[in-house]
Nanobody, 117 residues
Framework: QVQLVESGGGLVQAGGSLRLSCAASGYIFSPNIMGWYRQAPGKQRELVATITSDSVTGYEDSVKGRFTISRIYPKNTVYLQMNSLKPEDTAVYFC???????????WGQGTQVTVSS
C-alpha cells in the first residue's frame, strides 16, 4: 500500500507563488511516475506535471515556464513550485503516483489552491 500526503496549498494573489509538497510512503517500486493533477469546479481533472523515477519531467502547456516539478530521493517527496500564478490556476491539486509495471496508481487527498485577481 502507498500513502500520499500533500501540503502547501493556500490563497495567493495573481502573480504570486506557492510550493506544493507530496510525501509518498509505503512500498515505492521503480519504475514509477509521480505527478500533480488539478480539478477546478465543474471541470474534469487534468494533468499538470509529471516526473519519473529517472527524473524525466513533463508539463501541461499552460504551466510551462511557470511551474517546476522536482523530487527528492530516497524520501520520494515531490514538489510543485508554482510561480506567476493566475486565477485560472485555481483548483484542487492532487498528487499521484503511478506504477506502470504494476498497472496501479494512488492518489493524495488534494490541496486547495486559490489565486485571487
Amino acid at each position: 500500500q502507498v500513502q500520499l500526503v500533500e501540503s502547501g496549498g493556500g490563497l495567493v494573489q495573481a502573480g504570486g507563488s506557492l510550493r506544493l509538497s507530496c510525501a509518498a510512503s509505503g512500498y515505492i517500486f521503480s519504475p514509477n511516475i509521480m505527478g500533480w493533477y488539478r480539478q477546478a469546479p465543474g471541470k474534469q481533472r487534468e494533468l499538470v506535471a509529471t516526473i519519473t523515477s529517472d527524473s524525466v519531467t513533463g508539463y501541461e502547456d499552460s504551466v510551462k515556464g511557470r511551474f517546476t516539478i522536482s523530487r527528492i530521493y530516497p524520501k520520494n517527496t515531490v514538489y510543485l513550485q508554482m510561480n506567476s500564478l493566475k486565477p485560472e490556476d485555481t483548483a484542487v491539486y492532487f498528487c499521484n503516483i503511478n506504477f506502470p509495471n504494476l498497472k496501479r496508481d494512488y492518489w493524495g487527498q488534494g490541496t486547495q489552491v486559490t489565486v485571487s485577481s
